[in-house]
């Protein structure tokens, strides 16, 4: 597959081109000749790369793999040239002299070596010709359709299961009825058939939910580590209790761990989920932790392997639901759900129903392939001659595998129907460990890092991005594991089948390599990225001979080995992830890689940045908010092209003057602003025009008028955070915006607030408000009413003094979470009917005076999730008996604890 690598190059000389100046004589023509040949051979490359992949002979591959590694030496070249052009003398005179003697030889190198790719691509065209390459004038499918954004959100929504009504009515069955032992209940089936989909259906019926007094999903994996999975089960316990866990969970070995479980669990009725369970000594590992406290406790388990259940038989009772085929109507219906979504109302028009019908047929009822082919066939024009076209070659490639079980060709052709953009950024998810959750945030800057994501008119190269995401979304390629409130992903992965495909094309690609504990990938030939899970370092030697464009490590152990070799290894290096590791220091040879664009460090022991960072020009993403790291060395200012600056508490005071001339930033978070020389930083954030997301800190209160005069020049800003450490009598945020950012969309105000700023109220984009701290003495809604489009209401700890608090008819009726905390005096809530409509999540805690259950709570209908924390439950019991009632008929999810932290089980039982 020579498409990505051949059309990221082209993508590379275009500006190169561009910029004639850095070029040295006759080195830009020597440049735009190998850009015209490139495209010439772009033009077949798609025909070429597909029968590479057929059982044509090995002459098309070996072309195919010729064109691949000259277009990876024309990236590598391009690359050494930059950085030999950025080795500018600084002195003058015969120090200026003997630089430019040292730096002569190795250009003449380079162009030498110009020459020479030139003439093998020019061999490699003619040797095209023999092959008789179909000419296509398309790279990629067209994408115009997929950029809106309520599609993603639609899709994201999306919940509904087709075809196992019967089998999760059973297994809701087995889950709250039957024996008082522990039991295991598990679904079996083939990768694909839908296994976790129907068990977390289960998991969230509103019948399980109410059954138990706890429950936990825990993704398990082929590779797992016990005490990691006992952790996961511990933190994700009190998380869902509301409480801190034990300070030294993370010292714990397994013993410690597994007492801490059978503790936790020995009173209570629990459902654990183990999705994606591999090994058959799974049970071995996690049966004592388990306990069984005769109180109809309940594992639940998905896997393929029906040994994994059977070897639970030893010690528990066992149920087992093994999946089978989707009936040829029920595929119909999931496969018309995914490709008509969004036209003819969802149902397949007549002319395409034959065609339908055979391309279903051939899926045999697996929903993994109806599901990704419907996805593809949603985006393709809906004709017969586009459709039976399709149809036609999915024949061809279903035929060779009479049984259906290689799934793997149904994902292949999701796959090649993608743009080569996205086919790199579908990739890129391979890169992460297994069933890895991957911030939506960090894999869109890491794209963009490594120049997959291409301009476009209007909008910024994240906003593209996403759109990127979305697309892989909706065809079903990535699965969206969490989301924002207002629909967006938060979280990705993706599937086992799908991640199992990338790593087959990581191998045809040289795009990546894994470098793990058990049996380290192969490092001979290029490699591109490195995704490194060993502690070991024993690979550090074989990584000097390839230009490796991006590192990213997921290990928890401290080493400097491999950091410390970087800037002299891999110089061409654009990603370096650390994030999940700690690390002894920087070293101060980081600024030589001058190639980087996205960097992200873990916990640092020194706790400091080297002033040399400012030597990485290319610099767009730099992440700290996992280090301990607070004070910027002044060489900061000089990263011109920073869009991204990410810390959890960061000084710019050295910046001084330099902050404003940042002018690519657009995320610059949290930044300490209470120390003096606050207000000169202040100032120059004023000249950030193109700021998204802004987080300020501990501002202190004669700074706030040069804070609002340049938050009021921010009009892209989305985000805005501003806190204070404590709510003292002489600090307020005391914010006064004249012109307020109309594209805000995201407010939180930590801190005490004279009154309700009036600006606030002409935020009519704004969809999340969080106040804490704020003193308010008057209430706040009959204000708030007017932000119509709100989703997340937060008066949070402190930030209400007042007795009641009202919500009238009409008010909030897009309101979908409402949080409402630690008032003092608050007595009354009271809920109009038609107030609240789309509110699905109340959220109550530390009231202490609150006489009553809010008054009308029966009026939300929609109402799913309802949290009462640390407040007198039996009085409020007693004195609302009907709303009590209600609350427990008509919510889902209801979670109580007691003012003295004690849990109330759920009486729904």
């Not at 999306?158 to 069955?173: S, T, W």
């Not at 034959?354 to 047929?361: D, N, P, Q, T």
Request: proline share 3%; glycine share 6%; with cysteine.
């Amino acid at each position: 597959m020579a498409e990505i690598a051949v059309s990221l190059v082209v993508d590379q000389l275009l500006p190169l081109l561009r910029e004639e100046a850095k070029l040295l004589r006759g080195v830009h023509k020597e440049f735009a000749d190998i850009k015209d040949e490139l495209e010439s051979i772009q033009a077949f490359l798609k025909d070429a790369d597909k029968r590479a992949v057929s059982a044509e002979g090995e002459g098309v591959k070996t072309w195919v793999k010729q064109v691949r590694e000259v277009a990876f030496r024309i990236e590598d070249i391009i690359d050494d040239y930059l950085i030999q052009v950025g080795q500018k003398p600084r002195k003058p005179g015969c120090v200026a002299l003997v630089c430019k003697i040292k730096t002569m030889i190795p250009r003449r190198r380079i162009v030498s070596e110009i020459q020479d790719i030139k003439s093998s691509v020019r061999e490699i065209k003619e040797r095209s010709e023999r092959y008789s390459f179909q000419r296509s004038l398309e790279r990629g499918s067209s994408n115009d359709k997929w950029h809106d954004p309520r599609v993603a959100a639609l899709y994201i929504e999306e919940g509904e299961v087709v075809g196992y009504e019967v089998q999760r009515e059973r297994l809701i069955d087995w889950l709250i009825k039957g024996r008082d032992e522990r039991t295991v209940v598990s679904v079996v089936g083939m990768g694909g058939q839908g296994k976790t989909t129907l068990a977390k259906k289960v998991f969230d019926s509103k019948n399980v939910i109410g059954h138990f007094d706890c429950r936990v999903w825990i993704t398990v994996s082929q590779s797992y580590n016990v005490e990691g999975l006992l952790r996961d089960m511990l933190l994700k316990f009190y998380k869902q209790k509301g409480e801190d866990p034990p300070k030294d969970i993370f010292q714990m070995d397994r013993g410690s761990l597994t007492d801490e479980v059978r503790n936790y669990l020995q009173q209570k009725r629990y459902v654990i989920v183990f999705d994606d369970v591999w090994s058959v000594h799974f049970w071995d590992d996690i049966e004592f932790a388990i306990i069984d406290n005769k109180n109809g406790s309940k594992i639940f388990i998905t896997t393929r392997n029906l040994d994994v259940v059977v070897s639970c038989k030893k010690s528990s009772f066992i149920e087992v639901l093994e999946l089978q085929p989707l009936t040829q109507e029920q595929s119909l219906e999931l496969f018309n759900k995914k490709a008509f979504r969004f036209d003819y109302s969802g149902c397949c028009p007549k002319e395409l129903v034959s065609i339908a019908y055979e391309i279903v047929r051939k899926c045999k009822g697996l929903p993994l392939a109806i599901v990704t082919i419907g996805g593809i066939l949603s985006a393709k024009e809906k004709n017969v001659f586009e459709w039976q076209r399709f149809s036609e070659n999915l024949s061809f490639e279903l035929m060779k595998d009479t049984h259906l079980i290689g799934i793997k060709e149904i994902l292949g052709l999701s796959y090649d129907d993608l743009p080569y953009s996205l086919k790199s950024c579908l990739l890129y998810f391979g890169i992460y460990p297994e069933d890895y959750e991957v911030k939506s945030k960090r894999v869109i800057r890491q794209w963009i890092a490594e120049g997959f994501v291409k301009e476009e008119r209007g909008k910024t190269l994240e906003e593209v991005a996403e759109g990127y995401l979305t697309e892989l979304v909706h065809r079903s390629l990535v699965q969206v594991s969490s989301i924002r409130i207002d629909g967006k992903a938060k979280g990705c992965r993706v599937h086992d089948l799908i991640r199992d495909m990338i790593l087959e094309k990581f191998e045809e690609l040289n795009f990546c390599k894994h470098i793990s504990e058990d049996g380290q990938s192969s490092l001979s030939g290029t490699v591109r990225r490195l995704s490194i899970t060993t502690t070991s370092d024993d690979f550090i030697e074989c990584i000097e001979s390839s230009h490796v464009r991006s590192i990213l490590v997921f290990t928890n152990k401290t080493s400097n080995t491999l950091a410390k070799r970087i800037p002299a290894k891999c110089r061409w290096l654009k990603v370096l992830d650390y994030e999940s590791t700690p690390l002894f220091n920087i070293p101060e040879k980081f600024g030589n890689l001058i190639h980087l664009k996205y960097l992200s460090l873990g916990y640092i022991t020194a706790g400091k940045i080297p002033n040399s960072i400012g030597m990485l020009q290319n610099l767009e993403t730099l992440d700290l908010k996992a280090t301990s790291v607070s004070e910027l060395p002044k060489g900061i200012n000089k990263l011109r092209n920073l869009r991204h600056l990410i810390g959890s508490g960061l000084s710019l005071i050295q910046l001084n003057n330099g902050l404003g001339e940042m002018t690519s930033l657009q995320t610059l978070c949290y930044i300490n602003l209470g120390m003096d020389g606050a207000a000169e930083v202040i100032k120059e954030l004023g000249k950030l025009k193109k700021m998204r997301e802004l987080g300020l800190l501990n501002v202190r209160r004669e700074d706030y008028n040069v804070l609002s005069s340049s938050i009021n020049e921010m009009q892209h800003l989305e985000k805005l955070h501003v806190k204070l450490s404590s709510a003292t009598n002489d600090e307020f945020v005391d914010l006064n915006l004249i012109s307020p950012p109309t594209k805000l969309r995201k407010l939180t105000l930590r801190g005490r607030l004279q009154k309700l700023p009036e600006w606030i109220l002409e935020l009519q984009n704004l969809v999340v408000l969080r106040l804490k701290l704020s003193c308010l003495t008057k209430d706040p809604m009959q204000s708030l009413k007017s932000l119509q489009h709100l989703l997340i209401l937060s008066i949070g700890v402190g930030a209400y003094g007042g007795s009641h608090l009202y919500f009238q008819d009409g008010w909030f009726q897009k309101l979908k979470e409402l949080d409402i905390g630690s008032s003092d005096e608050l007595r009354e809530i009271i809920i109009d009917k038609g107030t609240l409509s789309s509110l699905k999540k109340l959220q109550l805690y530390g009231l202490p005076k609150l006489k009553n259950i809010p008054t009308g709570i029966q009026h939300l209908e929609k109402l799913e999730v309802l949290h009462i924390r640390s407040m007198q439950v039996e009085y409020l019991q007693h004195k609302s008996p009907e709303d009590w009632n209600w609350i427990m008929e008509h919510v889902p999810l209801v979670e109580i604890s007691t003012s003295d932290g004690n849990i109330v089980p759920n009486s729904r039982r």
